[in-house]
């Protein structure tokens, strides 16, 4: 089961950043699409105290919810990078 947790959305431009990232250093990670309506995302809110996506979740290195396209990415080149 991978340790690493996305949450996105369907088009999201700064949801494929990510994604495209996580596949580029051929990590195995779980996704999680959230509805497209701020009000409906209850579970990203849970996990991260905001609504908006992408939010990375890594509990094998304490990352509970992680939001911005910009961090996340940084965030994988530095954890998981050569």
Do not use: W
């Amino acid at each position: 089961m991978p340790t690493l947790e996305l949450y996105e959305l369907q088009g999201c431009p700064f949801c494929a950043k990510v994604t495209s990232k996580l596949d580029e250093l051929d990590l195995d990670y779980e996704s999680h699409y959230v509805p497209r309506a701020h009000g409906q995302r209850t579970e990203v809110k849970e996990v991260s105290g905001q609504t908006g996506v992408p939010v990375l979740v890594d509990e094998e290195n304490g990352v509970e919810g992680m939001p911005e396209s910009d961090d996340i990415v940084e965030y994988l080149e530095e954890s998981y990078g050569a």
